[in-house]
């Protein structure tokens, strides 16, 4: 029995910490997204103009329908591509 109640408390504990990590992510691809929707979606001069791309819409609607393991290294790299700047993640 009490075998069964410390793994119990592992299990629980493995999972807020995943449940932690995903709330983490989710925070932070809201905040690519938002940097990828100001400066890159929109940008037609500055520092260097792109077009809006197809992989760039399909991360930012990735993100906003939760599936941000697939979004984030798309606008990470869109945004590294338009020299700006990545928000904090943690």
Known sequence: MAIRMVCLAAALAVLSVAAQAQGNDASYCRALAE???TYVNNMTSG????QDSVDGRVALEQCKKGD???AIPVLEKKLRNAKIDLPPHG
Not at 47 to 50: C, L, N, T, V
């Open 68 to 70: 941000s393991a697939a």
């Open 35 to 37: 940097k990828y929707e």
């Open 47 to 50: 520092r260097s103009p792109q």
